[in-house]
T-cell receptor, first 112, second 113 residues
Framework: SAVISQKPSRDICQRGTSLTIQCQVDSQVTMMFWYRQQPGQSLTLIATANQGSEATYESGFVIDKFPISRPNLTFSTLTVSNMSPEDSSIYLC?????????FGPGTRLTVL | GENVEQHPSTLSVQEGDSAVIKCTYS??????FPWYKQELGKRPQLIIDIRSNVGEKKDQRIAVTLNKTAKHFSLHITETQPEDSAVYFCAARGRGGADGLTFGKGTHLIIQP
């Protein structure tokens, strides 16, 4: 199994600013994923982050808006840049084993 | 890319009755199909999953069936209880885990006492 922690758990930010979310896994993992869950909606994959390579972004998400770092096998960050109220969501970090996908507790972001 | 459709969006059943939620997927390469339960304010929790080499899997009151030919899979909850009330998401994943999950839009399950 994998235990995932995220910081911050929640934040309220002003439009135009940026927020960096940290994700820590208790074991070394190859794949880390970032998801967004908008209010009342399902989860949408933002990008896949592998250590030592550029993150792979899903359609509709771009690196300039959501830069990702993956400096080692246990840690990743997601930055939400130049925020607008539409970015208000829960952002979840995730990883998988061959048998299961694990999620962090999420970061609840509100943009005013 | 993968597309997952989930129905119904809301399901209300009497306590003790069964609930069935259905999903279809588009990518025949997908081989892993988990179901998640999400309670308000919490992260999604895996409740059951199935792989493409299996047609059915059961865990106590919960079962999942998979029809690879038709590309659909279903969640069955029997003897529903009030604590089963939550939002349920189906998902699909391919390429042995190199891909992330593609989620359905979710089903709000309401158990009526």
């Amino acid at each position: 199994s994998a235990v995932i922690s995220q910081k911050p758990s929640r934040d309220i930010c002003q439009r135009g600013t940026s927020l960096t979310i940290q994700c820590q896994v208790d074991s070394q993992v190859t794949m880390m994923f970032w998801y967004r869950q908008q209010p009342g909606q399902s989860l949408t994959l933002i990008a896949t982050a592998n250590q030592g390579s550029e993150a792979t972004y899903e359609s509709g998400f771009v690196i300039d808006k959501f830069p990702i770092s993956r400096p080692n096998l246990t840690f990743s960050t997601l930055t939400v840049s130049n925020m607008s109220p539409e970015d208000s969501s829960i952002y979840l970090c995730s990883t998988n084993t061959p048998s299961e996908q694990f999620f962090g507790p999420g970061t609840r972001l509100t943009v005013l | 890319g993968e597309n997952v459709e989930q129905h119904p969006s809301t399901l209300s059943v009497q306590e003790g009755d069964s609930a069935v939620i259905k999903c279809t997927y588009s990518d025949s390469a997908s081989n892993y199909f988990p179901w998640y339960k999400q309670e308000l304010g919490k992260r999604p929790q895996l409740i059951i999953d199935i792989r493409s080499n299996v047609g059915e899997k059961k865990d106590q009151r919960i079962a999942v069936t998979l029809n690879k030919t038709a590309k659909h899979f279903s969640l069955h909850i029997t003897e529903t209880q009030p604590e089963d009330s939550a939002v349920y998401f189906c998902a699909a994943r391919g390429r042995g885990g190199a891909d992330g999950l593609t989620f359905g839009k979710g089903t709000h399950l309401i158990i009526q006492p």
